[in-house]
C-alpha cells in the first residue's frame, strides 16, 4: 500500500479533520518522527532546505502546541515563473502575466497595457512611449525596489512594475510554523498577517490579497505571470490566485480523491488547501465565507478561492502559526498579545 493511501487509511475514521491535517497530526503510529518523515515527504525534492522538524509553537489565539516547521527558499522548486510584463505594445498573452480586476482574469499583453488608460478609465495610464511602443518596465533590482515600495518614487510611476528571485538578499529563508493539530476558533478570522495564508508542496507561498488598490493608485502595474505570482524583494515569489494553471502546470499537487479537486498545499492554520475546480471544471458546493467545507470522507478543508477574486482564502478557522525569517525563531504573537486575542478569537 502506497504511503498515501496509509494515511488515507488512518484518517478516514477521523472524519472530523482535513486529510493532510490527519496526515501532520496522526502519523500511523502517531510519533512525531513518522509525522516529520510523511509530511516531507509531499515536498518537491530540494524544496526544504532544512529537514523539517517539530517544535514547540505559540498560535494567533495564544494556544501553545506543537508545529512543524518547514524552511524554504524565495524562490520555489521545479516550477517555471514569470513572465510578467511584455516589452512591446504588440506583444501577445506569452510575453506578459495576468492581472486581476473586478472578479475577473485578465491577460496582461501588449494590448493591455496600450489600452490601460481606457480600462481603467483613468487618462493618467501611459505605460509605454507612442513613438517605439516600448513598454516602462522596472527591468533592474533598483528600480524594482524603488517601484514596489508603499510610497512609489514617481519616477517609477507609469510602469510596469517586475522584480527577480535574484533580487532578493542572498540567504533569505522563510520557515513556516504549522500547526499539527488545528485549533478551531469561534470566529473565523482572515489571520493572513505578513506570513500568507499557506505554503505549497513547491515551497511557494501562498499569500493574502494583493494591495491592487495601491499599486494602481500609484499608476503602476504588478502582474502576476500566468501561476498567479510575482515576486517582492522580502519573501521572493507569492502566489495570489490560484488558476487552472496553476494547478495544473505550476504546483505539485497532490491527487487524494478522483471526485475531489488536488491539494495545493498546506494552510497556516493546519488544514488543506484544496484546489477550486476538478479536472472537468466542477467548482466544490457548500464553502464557507472562509472558502472552506466539511466532507464525509475529507473533513474540514479549504478550496482556493476564484483566481479573480484576489483571495486565495477568505479566512482560517483556526488558530494559525507564523512565518518566520529563520529556522529555530518562534512565532512573535506570543505572550500577552497572544492572550489579548485570544479573548476575541
Ligand atoms: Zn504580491
Ligand atoms: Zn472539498
Redesign the pocket.
Given at each position: 500500500m502506497s504511503k498515501l493511501l496509509r494515511w488515507i487509511a488512518v484518517s478516514l475514521p477521523l472524519a472530523a479533520v482535513g486529510p493532510l491535517a490527519s496526515v501532520i497530526s496522526l502519523a500511523h503510529d502517531g510519533s512525531h518522527t513518522s509525522t516529520v518523515k510523511d509530511l516531507s515527504a509531499h515536498f518537491v525534492d530540494g524544496a526544504l532546505v532544512v529537514p523539517a522538524k517539530v517544535v514547540d509553537c505559540t498560535l494567533s489565539g495564544g494556544t501553545e502546541t506543537k508545529c512543524i516547521s518547514l524552511t524554504v527558499k524565495p524562490a520555489p522548486k521545479n516550477m517555471t515563473i514569470g513572465p510578467w510584463c511584455p516589452r512591446l505594445v504588440t506583444d501577445g498573452p506569452d510575453k506578459g502575466g495576468i492581472w486581476l480586476h473586478n472578479n475577473r482574469v485578465h491577460d496582461v499583453d501588449g494590448a493591455f497595457v496600450k489600452d490601460a488608460a481606457t480600462f481603467f478609465n483613468d487618462k493618467t495610464w501611459q505605460l509605454f512611449d507612442p513613438a517605439t511602443g516600448r513598454i516602462n518596465v522596472t527591468d533592474s533590482e533598483v528600480a524594482c525596489r524603488a517601484a514596489a515600495r508603499p510610497d512609489v518614487d514617481p519616477k517609477y510611476q507609469n510602469h510596469c512594475v517586475e522584480c527577480q528571485v535574484s533580487y532578493v538578499t542572498t540567504g533569505t529563508t522563510l520557515t513556516y510554523l504549522i500547526p499539527l493539530k488545528p485549533i478551531l476558533v469561534k470566529q473565523p478570522a482572515q489571520r493572513v498577517g505578513r506570513g500568507g495564508v499557506g505554503v505549497t508542496f513547491n515551497g511557494a507561498r501562498l499569500d493574502g490579497p494583493a494591495p491592487v488598490d495601491a499599486i494602481l493608485g500609484a499608476h503602476t502595474l504588478a502582474p502576476f505571470d500566468d501561476c498567479g505570482g510575482h515576486v517582492n524583494v522580502h519573501v521572493g515569489y507569492h502566489i495570489h490566485a490560484v488558476t487552472a494553471k496553476t494547478t495544473t502546470d505550476c504546483l505539485k499537487t497532490i491527487s487524494i480523491e478522483a471526485k475531489?479537486?488536488d491539494v495545493i498545499g498546506l494552510a497556516m492554520d493546519g488544514h488543506a488547501i484544496?484546489a477550486r475546480a476538478n479536472k472537468t471544471g466542477e467548482e466544490?458546493d457548500g464553502l464557507d465565507r472562509c472558502g472552506g467545507?466539511k466532507?464525509s470522507k475529507?473533513g474540514y478543508?479549504y478550496?482556493a478561492g476564484k483566481p479573480g477574486s484576489n483571495a486565495i482564502l477568505g479566512c482560517h478557522v483556526a488558530e494559525t502559526g507564523c512565518v518566520v525569517d529563520a529556522p529555530g525563531k518562534s512565532c512573535l504573537h506570543d505572550g500577552w498579545i497572544a492572550w489579548f486575542k485570544r479573548l476575541f478569537d
Open positions: 475531489h479537486t484544496f466544490p467545507h466532507d475529507l478543508h478550496h
